[in-house]
């Protein structure tokens, strides 16, 4: 995709000089739901997230490396021990510290691709009394790593710990190979299913009042921004990973599973729309449509696998005219 700036006849707008870069609007949701079904945009899309430079199939090789050489021994953690949960606890440090501390280096240290594809205009390392250490990326680093680096171990400890106790269900590439493989891609379709539900509920004015609002200090985001929660927001946000106490999977797939959540909330809140190489976009990262939900808070609950926010009157697709609908939803008119 070449890199350019769209909607410039819509640019004299209030709603289009909040934004420094729009993408092509209105903004798709996934043809999985289409009616009447889009077997070839269907394909398509598939593609473009597991047989390419993508986040899924790079999250799919992380699983597999960590998983072959940086995982203990299933049998090692049928007993609970500080060394094999320090162990998976450094290395979740490591994962994260590499991918949102390369990205913030990169994009907002280093410039590395000045403002191509930045949404917001603003600076990012905002100050003031809202944030921990009275500084937007020490509050995210800090959020991060305390609470989100520690939940998301607990889940994988909890979740390997069962399955090598025979509590929850393990399954092996010898029972059944096709729906091992399938686990792959339905696992982001499920976490887009529970993430919206639990956002939702975090919009409840008492949950957002003790939780949430911590995530939404950030209005501007950034690679740190996206797991810089409260530590209740954390416990709710990881829990998908709670549905293979009832459907089987392998190590690997929690890994899988868990990473995705972990690292993808720091590559869709990189604040860009994607990583620019020779003047081409070669890999999407942060989306328009989670950058509006950091902006106006009611809209957009979920993401682009699942169009829930469509069903359920939240969408808003970056046009005028949607835009426009949501101020009025506020307005209850």
Known sequence: MSVQNTDDD?????????????????????????????????LLWFRDRWFAIAENSILAVIALVCWTWFQPPLAEMQ????????????????LIVL????????????????????????????????????????DNVFWTLASGVTFWTAYE???FWAMANGYAPVLLWSDNPV????????TPLWISFHFYWIHRALHW????????????????????????????????FFSSVLIHWIVPAHPIHILFHMQHQALTAATSHTGFEGMVVRDKSRLALGTFHHQMHHRYFECNYGNLEVPWDR???SFHDGTEASHERMKARRRGT
């Open 99 to 138: 991918v949102a501390g390369g990205l913030h280096l990169y994009f907002y240290t280093w410039r590395g691709q000045g403002w191509q594809l930045k949404y917001d205009p603003r600076e990012l390392n905002a100050t003031g009394r809202a944030f921990t250490f009275n500084s937007q990326l020490f």
């Open 10 to 42: 819509a640019k004299s707008s209030a709603f289009s000089r909040q934004w420094h870069y729009r993408p092509e609007v209105p903004i798709a949701v996934s043809p999985l739901f289409s009616w009447p079904p889009a077997p070839r945009q269907t």
């Open 157 to 159: 400890v909890l979740m």
């Open 79 to 94: 007993t609970l021990s500080l060394s094999w949960i320090g162990q998976i606890w450094l290395r979740n440090l490591i």
């Open 179 to 186: 729906w091992f493989l399938l686990l792959f891609p339905l």
């Open 311 to 313: 069903w359920f009157g």
């Open 205 to 236: 004015p008492p949950l957002y009042r003790l939780a949430h609002a911590l995530h939404h200090r950030n209005t501007n985001v950034g690679p740190w921004s996206g797991l810089s929660m409260h530590p209740v927001e954390h416990l709710l």
